[in-house]
């Protein structure tokens, strides 16, 4: 599989750059999220795809040209409260469109903005090598989230 500069990795909520390529995990307490730059709908900055068959089953269409770090860091956040609600084991593919609202995540919860903004021009200026099947061979990179804990009662 081709690799990508770098990718991140999500402790908590806040984002740490993770040197390597594409993302390989299988811990329950991760998710994998392909990030890959796209078109999106008109007034969108991001859509969120959960696939039930083809990998890689998370992915977020970004536009990378003008999204900023805080509109990455609510896709990615958008991806785990979806798998945190249905599970890993979706009955069909799900799609949601991610619009600000002017309501941001907290800055105690995110990595500082410039960071993932500087994700994003690592993803806008790379080359397009990496095949995702549906979507086609695409500028793309890989960020690993992970889930919170549930308190036990």
Known sequence: MPRFAESAICLGMAFLPLAGGMAQSNARSTIIV???ASSVPDGAKSTVLLRRDLE????VLIDSMTASGADLALALETVRLLREKY???LSTDMRV???PRGIGVGRDTVKPEHALDS???RLRDGP???EVPGIGI???MDFVIRRKKRLQN
């Open 87 to 89: 599970g890993d084991s």
């Open 97 to 99: 469109v991610t619009r």
């Open 34 to 36: 392909r990030v890959v």
């Open 128 to 130: 397009a090598s990496v």
């Open 119 to 121: 994700s994003l021009r």
């Open 56 to 59: 890689p089953r998370n992915i």
């Open 138 to 140: 695409v500028k793309a």
